[in-house]
């Protein structure tokens, strides 16, 4: 098998190795492992205009950023295309007779050399020397007519030479020119650059493409006297560099803090990964200060090449140094790149070396992610879909999702408190909730704070800033969730939160792209295309995310789709063109999937404004509240077909209801405000007083049934106390503590049982009430009226036993004077439309490939 001739080109490498470009792990390129800045793909898309004008031919902006940077005057830089185009004009306007280098060193410098006509004396850095440059052995070989060309770091070694002593051998050698090359400089912390305290024979290469990721844009400068660069500009061609490539090379320059991150990366990258090389036994690893490694390998049975294609069978490329004068077939180097990619190298290396295996951690279970690119997009039922699908299956497979912003929450059988999304979820994988699976819940108590819910304990209630400080405590405690969950289960289906396209928020995401890192888990973008835009959202989401997250992302889902598949071809081409990512599936619009909602945006979007039923009902208006919680509370009623179940949202909607229910609240006493300046309270009050309908409140709303509500420790508030609707004779303190337990209880009117937990702050005295629901434990937790027509309780779910939402309903069939059923119509049972759901999704969806990308197939 032939070798490739150059390091970098995976083309030459796939094609020596019948291997697609794409599925080698390139350790011969020496570039910036953490990818381009995030500012470049939209900087290009908005210099795409200009593309059609000639680009400036003195690079001014570039020329501008590069003096200042490397604090040098306007006229000693000129920036080329590529430090390998100056690098090949340096011979042609030098006063040189011969070209000295020390070698091993780049071969392009013995190349420019040559096709400048100039004799080469290639002067060998002794390996016995740990190949460190002697200095003084240069300035033997030197007589005042030569051009030497030295790497700063040296490649392929990363070793640096002495900048004080290149300095004074410089001031010594006036008539000698030394070109120093610093192209992977950038990545070297606290360097001594040769652009600093620069004698005049001194020229120094500077490359923007390695250190930037952008080797496909061609951008590098030199740093040299003015008369150096008049000649250099002088023989170099007119529009040298193109309009796109000033454009970020000029932003580039000023991007101090991608440099830090990137040497700060680097150098924990490389520490740990000569550590591991160093580890295996016939390997000898250089201590190179650059962004890679040189390596020699002692084996009589092995040389670096051999290495090189035994490596190529695994999907990995090495740069094999055996065309660099100077060493032999038993060196070779490897790039630094990120610590999975690094460790799988070390594992291959041990594999093919037959060296014994580093114990390392458990490989991370199988796991994929659902994100969108909006809310509401559709995630959680992708997520609750697949879960299903793995479980039809066979597999075992939980549910999670890092943080959850939702009012609409559910307390398991230990009392943790998590989101209703990843309840169902577990549903669908037929196993118990577990607050693992939803390690932190915001419940928003305004538009700028929230409580915080940490694997199911609330911790107390924050606004914007002090939860972003919080935010690492809270990213180490849902990994150890992730964790913790990924041992019991074969696999692992995530979902995210948002979009991961919000800027503003990306800095400190710990529930999208960082927790797909994190899980190892490829991400499969979901779009509405019931709302429009979705082809613009997939394209617009992507042209906003860093290399490494575009990297995470393997596909879309088109969800909530009407009408003709065929007619999206042209629209699915475009996206996979625009984005190299091809759509997964198109999964139909739903119009009564059976599943509870996500969150609220449903809810008050209108989707519970359900038309009355064909033939006889009973009409119940829930009102709709700022701070609603838990609104699937009345999910079941909706199924039922003799109920017409409304919203409210004015007064106006409450006309001649049988029942009106106060639902649950984040925020009592701001949303008891709410009702009292749209009139509603007054309303509800006239209800109550003429009898016409049942008032019931769930709560929060049976605490805004009483009397009075104090928030003394301003838990939801900072109103403190405010008064009640005077409809129960009952009075609330919110307490420090919350109760979060599950309910076992009977109604005891109609002696039937309820089910479901109570999730409250409040402590709320009965004042002489009449009790309507009583916990199996004998506490009081639903008081009414004397007539009955008035009550409330702390049981969210309290309508989800079939038995008792019937006896209910038929009651207000007979006050209606309508004949009661007498049978329960609806078995309120998610496991019909899970397996809809899951039919429909598996049917829509790529599965062998979601399966091959999980690793289960």
Not at 271 to 300: H, M, W
Not at 404 to 429: I, Y
Not at 487 to 497: S, T, W
Not at 665 to 685: A, E, Y
Request: glycine fraction near 8%; hydrophobic fraction near 40%.
């Amino acid at each position: 098998m032939a070798k490739p001739k150059h390091g970098g080109n995976l083309k030459e490498v796939a094609k020596v190795t019948g291997r697609p470009a794409e599925d080698i792990l390139d350790f011969s390129a020496n570039i910036n492992p953490l990818g381009p800045p995030d500012w470049l793909r939209p900087l290009v898309s908005a210099t795409l205009s200009s593309i059609v004008h000639y680009p400036d031919p003195d690079c001014s902006n570039v020329v501008k950023a590069a003096a200042q940077r490397y604090g040098a005057t306007d006229d000693e830089i000129l920036v080329g295309n590529g430090t390998t185009e100056i690098l090949h004009l340096l011979p042609r306007v030098l006063p040189a007779s011969r070209v000295v280098i020390p070698v091993p060193a780049y071969v392009d410098y013995a190349a420019a050399a040559e096709l400048g006509g100039l004799a080469t004396e290639k002067t060998p850095i002794r390996e016995e020397d740990g190949f460190a440059l002697d200095l003084h052995d240069l300035d033997a070989r030197l007589s005042g007519d030569e051009l030497v060309f030295l790497g700063q770091p040296n490649n392929p070694t990363g070793l640096l030479l002495d900048a004080d002593g290149l300095r004074g051998l410089a001031a010594k050698r006036p008539a000698t020119t030394f070109v120093v090359d610093e192209a992977f400089g950038e990545f070297v912390d606290d360097m001594d650059s040769l652009t600093r305290r620069r004698p005049p024979n001194i020229i120094v290469l500077l490359s923007l493409t390695k250190i930037y990721a952008i080797p496909g844009l061609r951008l590098g400068c030199v740093v040299a006297d003015k008369d150096m660069i008049r000649r250099l500009r002088a023989v170099q061609p007119p529009w040298s560099v193109n309009t796109i490539a000033q454009v970020v090379g000029a932003r580039a320059l000023q991007d101090a803090g991608y440099l830090e991150r990137t040497r700060v990366f680097v150098a924990q990258r490389r520490r740990e990964l000569s550590c591991d090389l160093q580890s295996i036994r016939g390997l000898t690893v250089y201590p190179g200060r650059a962004n890679f490694l040189f390596v020699r390998i002692d084996r009589k049975d092995t040389d670096a090449s051999i290495l090189a294609r035994r490596l190529l069978d695994n999907g990995i490329a090495i740069r094999v140094c055996d065309n660099y004068d100077g060493i032999d077939a038993r060196f070779f180097r490897v790039a630094v790149r990120t610590e999975e990619e690094n460790a799988r190298l070390c594992q291959s290396l041990r594999h093919v070396l037959h060296a014994p295996r580093k114990i390392t951690q458990k490989r991370k279970t199988p796991a994929i992610m659902f994100q969108g690119v909006s809310s509401n997009a559709g995630k959680s039922v992708m997520t609750a879909a697949l879960c299903r699908i793995l479980l039809q299956d066979g597999w075992r497979v939980a549910p999670f999702k890092a943080q959850n912003m939702s009012l609409n929450s559910f307390v398991t059988r230990d009392g943790g408190e998590m989101g209703r999304a990843q309840v169902v979820q577990a549903q669908a994988c037929r196993i118990d909730p577990d607050v693992r699976m939803n390690p932190i819940l915001l419940k928003p108590s305004s538009d700028t704070g929230s409580q915080v819910i940490l694997c199911g304990t609330p911790v107390g209630n924050m606004n914007v800033d002090n939860y972003i400080a919080y935010k690492r405590r809270a990213f180490k405690e849902a990994k150890a969730s992730f964790d913790s969950l990924a041992e019991e289960y074969d696999a692992i289906v995530l979902e995210g939160a948002g979009s991961p396209a919000e800027v503003n928020l990306k800095q400190h995401d710990i529930v999208n792209m960082n927790m797909a890192r994190y899980a190892n888990a490829p991400v499969l973008l979901v779009g509405d295309i019931d709302r429009g835009g979705v082809f613009a959202s997939f394209v617009g989401t992507m042209e906003v995310l860093a290399e490494w997250e575009r990297a995470l992302v393997a596909g879309f889902v088109i969800n909530r789709f009407r009408g003709k598949e065929e007619l999206l071809g042209n629209a699915l081409d475009y996206t996979l063109r625009h984005t190299g990512r091809p759509v997964f599936g198109v999964v139909p619009h739903f119009h009564d999937l059976g599943l509870p909602e996500e969150d609220s945006v449903s809810f008050k979007g209108g989707a519970f404004d359900d038309s009355a039923p064909p033939g006889e009902s009973v009409e119940i208006a829930v009102v709709d509240l700022p701070h609603i919680s838990n609104f699937t509370d009345f999910d079941s009623l909706r199924m039922e077909p003799d109920v017409h179940l409304r919203i409210a949202r004015t007064a106006r909607d409450l006309n001649q209801p049988d029942v009106v229910i106060l639902p649950g609240s984040k925020n009592v006493i701001g949303d008891l405000d709410h009702l009292r300046k749209k009139g509603i309270d007054r309303r509800l009050l006239e209800l109550a007083a003429s009898g016409a309908a049942e008032l019931i409140g769930v709560c929060g709303g049976f605490q805004m049934m009483g009397t009075r509500i104090e928030d003394p420790h301003h838990i939801e508030s900072t109103a403190g106390t405010i008064e009640g609707l005077g409809l129960l004779p009952v009075s609330t303190h919110l307490a420090r503590e919350k109760t979060l337990t599950r309910v076992n209880a009977t109604h005891l009117a109609s002696g039937l049982g309820v089910t479901g937990y109570e999730i409250h702050h409040g402590l709320t005295d009965r004042e002489g009430a009449v009790p309507v629901i009583q916990r199996d434990d004998g506490e009081t937790i639903g008081v009414a009226s004397q007539d009955g027509r008035l009550w409330g309780t702390y049981v969210h779910g309290v309508f989800d036993a079939d038995e008792f939402r019937r006896w209910f309903i038929d009651r207000l069939r007979t006050r209606r004077g309508l004949p009661p059923l007498g049978k329960i119509c609806v078995t309120y049972d998610l496991e019909p439309a899970f397996e809809r759901l899951a039919e429909a999704v598996r049917e829509r969806l790529d599965m062998d490939t979601i399966y091959r990308l999980m690793g289960l197939a």
